[in-house]
Nanobody
Framework: QVQLVESGGGLVQPGGSLRLSCAAS????????MGWYRQAPGKERELVAR???????TYKESVRGRFIISRDHALNTVYLQMNSLEPEDTAVYYC?????????WGRGTQVTVSA
């Protein structure tokens, strides 16, 4: 059974940082192009960062230069380092394959950026 478990979210002040983790079981993540998505209240889920199997990364323009996606094949985990967080980054964050999400969605991890 494929399971994606996101963690690392929380409440942070504007300008702060968080590191999200996505641990997988039942699937070998290194075989997939992976991404981090987010869904803010009242909005559709959007892809914010993507990392190919060969390590090529791409980012949504609004997070480029602030977010870094990385992956640890040995731990079967994908990370999202988020710096200089803004209130507009508030959302539930999920990981999945990208750009097409083919795995079952996890519960996500809530990120709230507020003073």
């Amino acid at each position: 059974q494929v399971q994606l478990v996101e963690s690392g979210g929380g409440l942070v002040q504007p300008g702060g940082s968080l590191r999200l983790s996505c641990a997988a079981s039942g699937v070998i993540l290194r075989e997939y192009n992976m991404g981090w998505y987010r869904q803010a209240p009242g909005k559709e889920r959007e892809l914010v960062a993507r990392c190919t199997t060969s390590g090529i990364t791409t980012y949504k323009e609004s997070v480029r230069g602030r977010f870094i996606i990385s992956r640890d094949h040995a731990l079967n985990t994908v990370y999202l380092q988020m710096n200089s967080l803004e209130p507009e980054d508030t959302a539930v964050y999920y990981c999945n394959t990208a750009p097409a999400s083919v795995l079952s969605w996890g519960r996500g991890t809530q990120v709230t950026v507020s003073a």
